[in-house]
């Protein structure tokens, strides 16, 4: 089974541009997530969706960032206007509905780098 | 709110055994992950502790205290490719993991 797919793999972007980083989960998953890693802060929960739906976006660091799941398949995380700051790896990843430990193991994708000049 | 703690850095000599603990403060508890990152991968899926106890896998153990917030990833006959993050991580009340910020494993030959 194909894992979790994240696009694109690499972004360099200039302050002010708009950056859209794109995932598919893994197939009949229910839950999807979006994480944040840098040095300084670690790997950070953003947001996630049960069944497409939002459920906490605490995470989303301000109104430049957003997120959506159109459908089952994709997921989008688009920042906008994008700052130097925003320069982390991000990660999607996948979550199946069921008892522990599977129920509970998160799959991730392998990262988009971004990088804001 | 969580407050997850681990070490930032350990160094251990191949074939040794290492210990990497992690302390935790959580509202609600549903479960200890730990995770394993190699520089520049994905994190990958390590052990999962929901009761008291110790969990064994192979090479690697978990360990579990929920009265003491407290769990340990024990590392035996260490390799070179152990050199990597371990990343430990709780899941409270929602659905989603929380993570500490990782201790930097070097195995040294």
């Known amino acids: 089974d194909a894992g979790v797919i994240q696009s694109p793999r690499h972004e360099v972007t200039e302050m002010g541009q708009e950056v859209t980083l794109r995932c598919k989960p893994i197939?009949?998953?229910?839950?999807l997530f979006w994480y944040r890693q840098t040095m300084m802060r670690g790997l950070e929960l953003l947001i996630y969706f049960n069944n497409n739906v939002p459920i906490d976006d605490s995470g989303m660091p301000e109104d430049r960032f957003s997120a959506k799941m159109p459908n089952a398949s994709f997921s989008t995380l688009k920042i906008q206007p994008s700052e130097p700051r925003d320069s982390a790896v991000y990660f999607c990843a996948s979550s199946p509905l069921g008892q522990p430990p599977s129920g509970n193991t998160i799959y991730f994708g392998e990262g988009s780098w971004l990088t804001v000049v | 709110g969580q407050n997850i703690d681990q070490p930032t850095e350990m160094t251990a000599t191949e074939g040794a055994i290492v210990q990497i603990n992690c302390t935790y403060q959580t509202s609600g508890f549903n479960g200890l992950f730990w995770y394993q990152q190699h520089a520049g991968e994905a994190p990958t899926f390590l052990s999962y502790?929901?009761?008291?106890g110790l969990e064994e896998k192979g090479r690697f153990s978990s360990f579990l205290s929920r009265s003491k917030g407290y769990s340990y990833l024990l590392l035996k006959e260490l390799q070179m490719k152990d050199s990597a993050s371990y990343l430990c991580a709780v899941k409270d009340s929602g659905y989603a993991l929380n993570f500490g910020k990782g201790t930097s494993l070097l195995v040294t030959p």
């Open positions: 197939s009949g998953h229910d839950y």
């Open positions: 502790n929901v009761l008291d």
